[in-house]
């Protein structure tokens, strides 16, 4: 495995791991205040139109989901998992409702997690927590699915969700109570615009009130953890932004030739012309090429 980041300044990390720095669209000052007002607009129209909750957890675990599944779907539709970025701290699943939206249209019902934010855990291990807390939510989904027949369930997490999709397969879901069958539904996973080594975030702005250690770090990261059984492989999907930094193309591709060299599926996807945040902000526009590359591979 690739170990040179370990001579990146903490300069060079601020620099590396922030894609805002990196897109030509908007000048870098305007293109978060502009992705949070897309955002905010889109998702507060689509939640209008109703939105139910599913409790999950238990403890300091515990969360809630919320559910977008219009009247027209049938009870056994199946089931599209969003979990959002914004490095662990920022940002909410309410943020990016407007998501559901092109999933239901194509007959999908939308269950969106929210998690507990980095910095506001108690326990001295908050990236652990917030996996955690993804995992349960994860197994309520399951078994949500197992009851209902959904004939499957999709995981899409976008930079930080990214993460924490990829992290869901290296879950034993036996801990969860979640029955084989119920396991099996898990057909596919895909990370858009993620990241799969957390190490280098340590000594970047990401980590200053995150307050992560290195060994924390390393028990997030996809890149060096064991896959679960085979029997539980279902494809990943590795969307890359191409206007992304280096070492999110570094990162990406090292990932992919980890799951490659254990004989799991995975793909990996440039997305032309797209930077971290239109990567979901184009997801919503009609034909676009993003969407219609999920969809084709969401197939019971």
Same mark, same amino acid.
């Given at each position: ?12 990390n ?14 870098t000052?305007?293109?978060? @205040?502009?992705h ?7 998702s507060?129209?689509?939640r209008?139109?109703?939105?139910a ?5 238990e ?10 599944? @219009? ?23 309410e943020? !990016?409702?407007?998501?559901?939206? @092109? ?6 019902a ?68 979640v ?16 990241l !799969? ?10 980590n ?20 679960? @059984? ?27 030739q980890?799951l ?41």
């Amino acid at each position: 495995m690739n170990e040179f980041w370990h001579a990146f300044s903490r300069e060079k990390n601020d620099q590396q791991y922030n894609p805002t720095l990196w897109t030509q669209r908007l000048p870098t000052e305007e293109l978060l @205040p502009a992705h949070i007002a897309f955002t905010q607009e889109k998702s507060a129209s689509y939640r209008a139109r109703g939105v139910a909750t599913l409790e999950f957890g238990e403890a300091e675990f515990a969360g809630s989901i919320d559910v977008f599944r @219009p009247d027209t779907l049938p009870e056994n539709a199946p089931i599209v998992v969003y979990i959002h970025g914004g490095w662990w701290q920022w940002f909410s699943k309410e943020q !990016f409702s407007y998501l559901a939206q @092109p999933f239901n249209h194509q007959g999908f019902a939308v269950y969106m997690p929210g998690y507990r934010m980095a910095p506001d855990w108690e326990n001295n291990a908050p990236m652990e927590s917030i996996v955690r807390q993804m995992q349960y939510a994860l197994a309520a989904i399951l078994k949500v699915a197992e009851k209902s027949a959904a004939p499957a369930v999709y995981l899409v997490g976008h930079s930080a969700g990214g993460q924490l999709v990829t992290m869901m397969q290296h879950t034993d879901w036996q801990q969860f109570n979640v029955s084989e069958p119920a396991v099996q539904k898990l057909k596919g996973i895909f990370s858009l615009a993620g990241l !799969f080594d957390i190490r280098p975030l340590v000594d970047s702005f990401v980590n200053d009130e995150i307050k992560m250690s290195p060994s924390s770090a390393a028990s997030v990261s996809p890149q060096l953890l064991p896959l679960a @059984p085979a029997a539980h492989n279902c494809p990943v999907h590795l969307l890359l932004p191409e206007l992304d930094t280096p070492e999110f193309f570094r990162q990406t591709k090292e990932y992919q030739q980890k799951l490659l060299a254990q004989g799991r599926s995975c793909y990996l996807k440039l997305a032309q012309n797209r930077d971290h945040l239109d990567i979901i902000e184009k997801l919503i526009e009609n034909d676009d090429e993003i969407m219609t590359y999920l969809l084709t591979n969401m197939k019971a």
